[in-house]
Nanobody, 115 residues
């Protein structure tokens, strides 16, 4: 089992920045993929960014150049630096961890961007 705890969400004006963190605990294998997803009201959950244990990254087109995902393997923590935030980035952001065919989710953290 893996537990994921997100932090860092909040209210920010358009053009501002936020940094999300997700700390993983439990049985964590060295080879895994961690990522961030988001779900806006009335919309499906969508991928924001992924990072492998080797450091390879993948981003949604809508956040490329504005968001940066990173991880600290020693701390089992993944980060999402969000710059140049837009009102359309408003959503609940969820941390996800995948390993050995299993996926785990955090409880989510609200990000609200005002215009």
């Amino acid at each position: 089992q893996v537990q994921l705890v997100e932090s860092g969400g909040g209210l920010v004006q358009a053009g501002g920045s936020l940094r999300l963190s997700c700390a993983a605990s439990g049985t964590i294998f060295s080879i895994n993929v961690m990522g961030w997803y988001r779900q806006a009201p009335g919309k499906q959950r969508e991928l924001v960014a992924l990072i492998t244990s080797g450091g390879s990254t993948n981003y949604a087109d809508s956040v490329k150049g504005r968001f940066t995902i990173s991880r600290d393997n020693a701390k089992n923590t993944v980060y999402l630096q969000m710059n140049s935030l837009k009102p359309e980035d408003t959503a609940v952001y969820y941390c996800n961890e995948k390993q050995r065919g299993y996926g785990y989710w955090g409880q989510g953290t609200q990000v609200t961007v005002s215009s």
